[in-house]
């Protein structure tokens, strides 16, 4: 790990999915134990034209990606968030948007969302490209182990 990386913070890319939220389940208990920092993120941006009929009207997207992140924190935790969580929100794609903030983290988390349109491929396109790029380790969660840890 090279200096530039907080060895106390663990970054989760958080979309909704059961995998996500999953994988931050697992972030934060691999984190206790270490005293590490979790911190949920969120990305967001303005469809294209081509993407959505509502594009250029006024729907909230910033607030349909918090209304989704607030969620799967209740998901996954409850009322009862973890005292090392933190929230954040971050307008982009997600695929840059993940591997720039992984260079200040020590851990990346996050789910796989399924195989999208190539069933062959055991990663979604997110979390392989964050496992090709990013500037820490990444933990690719499945939400088949959900409940791995929980007894």
């Known amino acids: 790990m090279s200096a530039n990386h907080k060895a106390d913070t663990f970054v989760v890319g ?5 995998s996500s939220i999953e994988a931050l389940r697992q972030a934060v ?7 590490a920092q979790v911190e949920a993120l969120t990305c967001w941006n303005f469809p294209s034209v081509y993407e ?3 594009a250029l009207g006024t729907f909230d997207f910033e607030g349909a ?3 989704i992140l607030d969620a799967a924190i209740e998901s996954a935790f409850g009322l009862d968030w973890p005292g090392n969580l933190t929230t954040h929100l971050l307008q982009g794609s997600a695929r840059p948007a993940l591997i720039e903030a992984s260079r200040d983290a020590a ?3 996050l789910g ?3 195989f999208g349109g190539f069933r062959g ?3 979604g396109s997110v979390s392989s490209a964050c496992t090709a790029h990013a ?4 933990l690719v969660v499945h939400a088949s182990d959900a409940g791995a840890h929980d007894a």
Do not use: E, I, T
């Not at 208990?29 to 005293?35: C, F, I, R, T, V």
């Not at 500037?135 to 990444?138: D, E, G, I, L, Q």
């Open 52 to 54: 959505a009929p509502y």
């Open 121 to 123: 491929l055991l990663m």
């Open 65 to 67: 990606a918090q209304k």
């Open 29 to 35: 208990w691999l984190a206790k134990p270490l005293g």
């Open 135 to 138: 500037h820490c380790p990444v």
């Open 112 to 114: 796989r969302r399924g």
């Open 14 to 18: 958080v979309d909704g999915s059961v």
């Open 107 to 109: 851990l990346l988390v």
